[in-house]
């Protein structure tokens, strides 16, 4: 099990909103900064969102971030069919001194 | 932005060794903390190991340590993980990756796939 809690599926329409939730506990989300990763199957993991809410370079400002206590969320407006990917959210852990990642959500566009 | 370009990958017996490398494109790569992220068939992300910029601090994910090692060669711009007395959960596609700002990874490998299968 994953140390970060994540939905493991979402869907939405085209041009619809959605939010992506990610858990922690008090050594990891309620430390330290979250970061948040695009996966598509078979390329390499992409930095979307850094410091709990910064977006990395060339990222659609359709991506946004936030963060409370020891939860952070993801969301993604206007959906578009090249959005379908796996979505993680991860940062460090104090604990385990190492980095943690939540299960990864896969993300559908209908 | 920094290219990485992991290789070394194959299939291995449980038991046996293999050192996989990830090669950057810059020589900032000196400058940088590395990760090796992995992903099992079917599975998500798990952490491996990082280590720092001047390989002075090391860290390991439970499930490997003791058995695997990271390193680096500046010189070569090249990062290595040392995998020994490999056993079938260590199946996975590894990726390096840089250290970036806010505890984020913010340049990944394409990964090298690792199969441990007698």
């Known amino acids: 099990h994953s140390v970060l809690t994540q939905p493991p599926s979402m869907s939405a329409a085209p041009g619809q909103k959605v939010t992506i939730s990610c858990s922690g506990s008090?050594?990891?989300?309620?430390?330290?900064?979250v970061s948040w990763y695009q996966h598509f199957p078979g390329t390499a993991p992409k930095l979307i969102i850094y410091?709990?809410?910064d977006r990395a370079s060339d990222i659609s400002d359709r991506f946004s971030a936030s963060t409370s206590g020891t939860s952070a969320t993801l969301a993604i407006t206007g959906l578009q069919t090249g959005d379908e990917a796996d979505y993680y959210c991860g940062t460090w852990d104090s604990s385990r001194a190492g980095m943690v990642f939540g299960g990864g959500t896969k993300l559908t566009v209908l | 932005q920094l290219q990485l370009v992991e290789s070394g990958g194959g299939v291995v017996q449980p038991g046996r060794s293999l050192r996989i490398s990830c090669i950057a494109s810059e020589i900032t790569f000196r400058s940088y903390g590395m990760h090796w992220v992995r992903q099992a068939p079917g599975e998500g992300l798990e952490w491996v190991a990082y280590?720092?910029?001047?390989?002075?601090?090391?860290y390991y994910a439970d499930s490997v340590k003791g058995r695997f090692t990271v390193s680096r060669d500046n010189s070569k711009k090249t990062l290595f993980l040392q995998m020994d007395s490999l056993r079938p959960e260590d199946t996975a596609v590894y990726y390096c990756?840089?250290?970036?700002?806010?505890?984020?990874?913010?340049?990944w490998g394409q990964g090298t796939p690792v199969t441990v299968s007698s």
């Open positions: 280590i720092s910029h001047e390989e002075s601090t090391k």
């Open positions: 008090s050594s990891n989300i309620g430390r330290k900064s």
């Open positions: 990756a840089k250290y970036g700002e806010g505890f984020s990874l913010d340049s």
């Open positions: 410091d709990d809410d």
